[in-house]
């Protein structure tokens, strides 16, 4: 179960990747072709070419979660296909999980107060 907590990191890999691939092929392409540690507690997200599904990779601590989605209307809204990465945000990933718009999404930035009252 992935724990969506304020400091969860979300990468999305820009590029599709073959859907039949698991665990392991999954975890592979984030080490060999990202360039990142499959195993750091980073939420991966994967699209494929088809734009109504989407695969997401996680390291809960005790071994390698995937979860997939396959939406029976509409469609994913992904960012252009590119080589490399891109980071969401925890509302941004809900969003796009939920086949939601992602790109209307935006956090507030809260400033650290200066002092307790």
Known sequence: ?????????VV????????RKGHDGLAA?????????PYSGVVFVFRPKRVDRIKVLYWDGTGLVLASKRLEQGRFAWPAIRDGVMRLSRAQFEALFEGLDWRRVWGRRVRRPLAAA
């Open 29 to 37: 392409v984030v080490e060999h072709e990202l360039g990142l540690d």
């Open 1 to 9: 179960m992935i724990v969506a907590g304020s400091g969860l990191k």
């Open 12 to 19: 999305v890999a820009t590029r599709p990747v073959d859907f």
